[in-house]
């Protein structure tokens, strides 16, 4: 049973991503407008009314932006913890949302697909990165995070591919006409994985079975594609995973479909 990945959107303007098998197709995020995401699925030939649910990571609104009107406009299910759901509940037109509620840590399925959360380190209420597995695979999403964790680590060994941020070049930060305060925030343990932090992060849980990495939520004005994948990838090199194929995300435009194997 082949599994499916895309990521539809990733930077601070928007995130969403969709894993899917034949039969269940999940949306991670929905961070753009409904109708931008609307628009991308069925640019890569998913129809909106056929996903299986919507699952977020935290309530930061470049996650969430879509999801009332998804689920008004389609009959979606939408799947957060207690703390996310509190926090967009409080939000404009939230009490409209109706959640399925699972537990930080906790392991559930939605349809053919196992689905394990765990915590992550970023400032929001109870953050998630995701481990989601048909019969034969796992892909690890993990696109908001201030540190590697020993948890995160092995959460994402074992996976074939995943999905990392890789938020920005520490100099294009440093010399960046932002606010000092901002740039505090983002290189804080609850903050933004640099280019380096993110090619630590795939050593530190790469395996043989780990195939296809893809950076996410590139900095716009810290960061660019050939600085993500240069940093990254001459890093990996070092740490001979040679093998493993590098690709970015963008904001404008869906990446390619992975497939497994």
Not at 18 to 27: D, G, M, R, S, W
Not at 58 to 68: F, L, P, Q
Request: glycine letters at 6%; charged letters at 20%.
């Amino acid at each position: 049973m082949q599994l499916e990945l895309c990521v539809l959107a990733s930077g601070s303007s928007g995130n969403a991503i969709y894993v899917a098998t034949e039969n269940t197709h999940l949306l991670i995020d929905a961070g753009l407008s409904a109708k931008q995401i609307e628009l991308r699925l069925e640019s890569i030939g998913v129809t909106p009314p056929s996903l299986s649910a919507i699952c977020l990571s935290h309530e930061h609104s470049d996650h969430t932006n879509g999801v009332r009107v998804l689920q008004k406009r389609h009959q979606i299910p939408v799947y957060a913890n207690q703390p996310t759901a509190n926090n967009l509940k409080r939000s404009p037109k939230g009490d409209e949302i109706n959640f399925h509620i699972f537990q930080t840590g906790a392991i559930f399925s939605i349809g053919d697909l196992t689905l394990e959360t765990f915590h992550i380190p970023h400032d929001a209420s109870e953050p998630v990165g995701f481990r989601i597995s048909n019969a034969t695979t796992h892909i690890g999403i993990v696109t908001d995070i201030g540190m590697c964790t020993n948890l995160v680590a092995e959460k994402l060994k074992g996976c074939s591919c995943l999905v990392v941020e890789a938020n920005h070049d520490v100099d294009l930060l440093r010399e960046a006409p932002r606010p000092w305060s901002l740039k505090q925030r983002i290189r804080s343990r609850q903050g933004h994985l640099s280019n380096v932090e993110a090619a630590q992060l795939i050593s530190a849980s790469a395996t043989d079975q780990l195939k296809h990495v893809i950076l996410a939520h590139l900095s716009s004005d810290c960061n660019t594609p050939k600085t993500a994948l240069n940093t990254v990838g001459s890093l990996l090199r070092l740490e001979q995973l040679n093998h493993l194929t590098l690709e970015v995300s963008r904001a404008k435009e869906p990446t390619g479909i992975w497939r497994s194997q």
